[in-house]
C-alpha cells in the first residue's frame, strides 16, 4: 500500500467562531505540530486535570487536514471531546456502544478504545473518501500499556498498518504508569524520564499544576489535617501491579470505630461547600459510609453500578439536587463537575498519580468557588505539586530529592533522603540529563540529543573498564557478558584462602597506626562475628583522592553529592552518609586478610543480612 503522508497545515486556518484557547493551549498546540512537522515517534502534552484538555484536542483535530480518530476509555470523556468539538461550529462523528453511535464516516472521529478495538475494519475502512486516518489522539494515554496485546496498542498496530506515517499524540495530566514509571523517554526541557523503549518518545509540552493555580485557572487546594482519628494503612501488602487488594482493604476499614467520626466531620466542614465527593476503600466501606450521610442528598457510585442508574446520579449531582457523592474507584478520570469544593479520601493511594487524579476532582473553577478543601483520612504521603519520579518509592520516608550530575550539571531528581537541607542519601541510577555530541548540557530536547553518560551507581566491566547499570547482563562498551555476582560469590567460597562475608554491619573507626599517624578502619562483620577490616589515609590530596576513588564511590548513600573528608574523625563524623555493602570478600595474604571485593546492590540467590527472618 503506499505510504499516506501526514497533512499538517502550513500555518493555522482561520478558526470559526468557537471557544477562545488560552496562552498555553494555544502553546500545547504549537508544540504538537511542530514535533509532527519533523518526526513521526509518538508525543505527549501533559495537562492538569482541569485545564482544558479537550480545547487542545479539538484545535488539533481543526488543524488536521487528514482524518482524525480521538480516543478516550470512557465515554464520558468521549462526549466531553466532541461537544468542544462540535462548539466550532463543525461536525465529527461518534463510535461508541456505550453513546449508543457507531459513526465513523467523517474526517474527524470520537471513540471509546472498548468499541473502536472491537470494530477496527469498520472504524478504518479503507473506502472512507477521507483516506486512512493521520492522526491519533488518546485522552488519558497514561492507560496506554507496554503491552502489545492491550486494546490501545492493537488500535494503533492497525491503524499504522493503514498508513505508516500515523501521528500519535497522547494527552494526561499524569504521565506515569505504576510499576513503570513515566511513560515518554524525554521531556522538553532537555531531560530523560522513562525508558529508551517507552512507547511515547518525547514529552512536547507540559503545564505545571502550581502555575495553573497561581495564575488562576484552577482553583486552590487547600489541604488541612483532620482532627479526628484516621485510617492507617501503613502495614497494607500490595497486590499484583502494586494494587491494593480490596479484601486487604477492608480488613483495615471493615467497621471501623473512626468512620463515624471522620463522616461527622465531613459534614460539619461541608456546611458551607456545594459539592463533596468522597473516595472509599472498597464497595463495603462505601456503602457504610453512605449510611452517615444525609440520605436525600446523597449517593454512592461503584462499578456495578447500572449505567442508566449512574448517569441519572451524576446528572443529580452536577444539579446540585445530591450534594454527597461517594464512590469506589470509577471517578478519578473523565468527571467533570466544577462545582466540586470539598474532596474526603478515605483510601491509601498507590501513586501519587492517582492522588492528583481524585484531587483533580475539585480543581475546576465555578462561579462564587475559591477553593477546594481536602481532607485525607488515610495519611496518603503525596505531595499534590510534586512531580512523579519515575521509580517506585523505595519506602516510605524517601522524598524527592534533587541531586545534579557532576558531569553536565543537570538537576536531577531522585528518591532519596534529606539531613535537614543535605541530601545524604538517593536512589538515582544515571544522570537523566540531555547532552550534546559534545557532551553539554541542554535545556531543551533537540534532535540528536543523547543522554548523559554519567552514573551515579554502575558496575564496572573487568575487560574493558566501562560502567554499566547496575542490573546490565552485558557491557554497553564492549558487548562482553559481564561476571555475574552470584559466580564471584560462588568462586570465592571454593577457594581456601577465601573468606565470604555475609554484611550484617561495618564499624567505622578513628585510629592510629604503629607510627602513630592517623588511620580510618573499617571493619566489616558479619551475623557469626567474622570480621575483615581495611585501612585508609587521608593526610595528603592523593591519599584523599585515592579514597574518593576506592571507597566514597560506592559507599556513599548519596553518590555525585559533593563530599570530600580529610580527616578520619570526619568521615566517622558523617557516617550516616555511608553504606555498607551485601557481601565482602577477603584474600589471605601471609598472616594478614585483605579486601577484595565488595559487592553492592546484590540481586541474586544467595541471602542478604537484611533478608533475614
Known amino acids: 500500500m503506499p505510504q499516506t503522508e501526514p497533512r499538517l497545515p502550513p500555518s493555522s486556518p482561520p478558526a470559526p467562531a468557537g471557544p477562545e484557547l488560552r496562552p498555553y493551549q494555544h502553546e500545547a498546540v504549537k508544540r504538537v505540530v511542530g514535533h509532527f512537522r519533523q518526526s513521526d515517534e509518538p508525543a505527549v502534552v501533559v495537562l492538569p486535570t482541569g485545564s482544558g484538555k479537550s480545547l487542545v484536542i479539538a484545535e488539533l483535530a481543526r488543524l488536521a487536514r487528514g482524518r482524525v480518530l480521538v480516543l478516550a476509555h470512557v465515554r464520558e470523556l468521549v462526549e466531553q471531546n466532541h461537544a468542544k ?37 469498520a472504524v478504518s475502512d479503507e473506502q472512507n473518501a477521507n483516506g486512512p486516518f ?7 494515554c497514561h492507560r496506554v500499556s507496554l503491552d502489545a496485546d492491550s486494546s490501545y496498542r492493537r488500535v494503533i498496530d492497525h491503524l499504522r498498518s493503514r498508513n505508516p506515517s500515523l501521528k ?11 510499576g513503570q514509571g513515566f511513560i515518554y523517554h524525554r521531556h522538553h526541557h532537555g531531560m530523560v524520564r522513562g525508558d529508551a523503549d517507552s512507547f511515547f518518545g518525547d514529552c512536547v509540552f507540559e503545564q505545571p499544576l502550581r502555575l495553573m ?3 488562576g485557572y484552577l482553583a486552590s487546594p487547600l489541604k488541612v489535617d483532620a482532627a479526628v482519628a484516621r485510617y492507617d494503612f501503613s502495614q497494607l501488602a500490595r497486590g499484583t501491579g502494586g494494587l491494593y487488594r480490596e479484601e486487604e482493604l477492608n480488613r483495615v476499614v471493615a467497621g471501623h470505630r473512626a468512620t463515624p467520626g471522620i463522616i461527622a466531620e465531613v459534614i460539619e466542614r461541608a456546611r458551607q461547600r456545594e459539592g463533596v465527593m468522597l473516595f472509599a476503600a472498597s464497595v463495603a466501606h462505601a456503602e457504610e459510609i453512605l449510611g452517615y450521610l444525609p440520605a436525600q442528598i446523597s449517593a454512592l457510585i461503584t462499578g456495578d453500578t447500572d449505567s442508566d442508574e449512574r448517569t441519572r446520579l451524576i446528572e443529580d449531582f452536577k444539579a446540585k439536587r445530591l450534594k454527597y457523592l461517594v464512590n469506589v474507584s470509577v471517578l478519578t478520570t473523565g468527571f467533570d463537575a466544577p462545582h466540586v469544593d470539598l474532596i474526603a479520601i478515605l483510601r491509601p493511594t498507590e501513586s501519587v498519580g492517582l492522588y492528583q487524579q481524585i484531587v ?11 477553593d ?12 499534590l505539586y510534586a512531580p512523579e519520579v519515575g521509580s517506585p518509592r523505595p519506602d516510605s520516608d524517601s522524598e524527592p530529592v534533587q541531586v545534579p550530575c557532576p558531569l553536565c550539571g543537570h538537576a536531577n531528581l531522585f528518591w532519596g533522603k534529606r539531613d535537614g537541607e543535605l541530601v545524604i542519601e538517593h536512589f538515582g541510577r544515571r544522570c537523566q540529563g540531555l547532552v550534546d555530541a559534545e557532551g553539554r548540557a541542554l535545556a531543551a530536547a533537540e534532535p540528536g540529543a543523547r543522554q548523559c553518560d554519567f552514573r551515579f551507581r554502575f558496575k564496572t566491566c573487568g575487560d574493558c573498564g566501562a560502567e554499566n547499570d547496575i542490573a546490565a547482563r552485558r557491557c554497553h562498551g564492549c558487548q562482553t557478558l559481564l561476571v555475574d555476582a552470584d559466580d564471584k560469590l560462588r568462586e570465592a567460597l571454593k577457594l581456601k584462602d577465601a573468606r565470604v562475608l555475609r554484611v ?20 566489616y562483620h558479619d551475623e557469626d562475628g567474622a570480621t575483615l577490616a581495611e585501612w585508609f589515609a587521608l593526610e595528603t590530596p592523593a591519599q584523599r ?13 548519596a553518590p555525585g553529592v559533593p563530599w570530600s573528608p580529610t580527616s578520619p574523625d570526619q568521615v566517622c563524623r558523617e557516617q550516616q552518609r555511608l553504606r555498607a555493602p551485601d557481601f565482602v570478600v577477603g584474600r589471605k595474604v601471609g598472616r594478614h586478610w585483605q579486601v577484595r571485593e565488595k559487592l553492592f546492590d546484590y540481586r541474586g540467590r544467595y541471602r542478604t543480612a537484611d533478608s533475614a527472618d
Open 372 to 383: 477546594c478543601l481536602i481532607l485525607d483520612y488515610a495519611g496518603n504521603p503525596w505531595d
Open 134 to 140: 493521520t492522526l491519533l489522539v488518546i485522552d488519558e
Open 213 to 215: 493555580v497561581r495564575q
Open 360 to 370: 483533580g476532582r475539585g480543581l475546576r473553577l465555578s462561579p462564587g468557588k475559591r
Open 545 to 557: 583522592r585515592a579514597f574518593e576513588a576506592v571507597f566514597l564511590r560506592d559507599h556513599a548513600r
Open 168 to 178: 500519535v499524540l497522547g494527552l494526561t495530566a499524569t504521565p506515569y504508569r505504576l
Open 85 to 121: 468539538y462540535l462548539a466550532y461550529g463543525l461536525e465529527a462523528d461518534i463510535f461508541s456502544a456505550g453513546l449508543g453511535r457507531k459513526e465513523s464516516a467523517r474526517q474527524v472521529v470520537f471513540g471509546s478504545v472498548q468499541s473502536v478495538v472491537r470494530h477496527l475494519d
Open 504 to 523: 550484617s554491619g561495618m564499624l567505622l573507626e578513628s585510629t592510629v597506626n604503629g607510627r602513630g599517624l592517623p588511620r580510618l578502619k573499617v571493619t
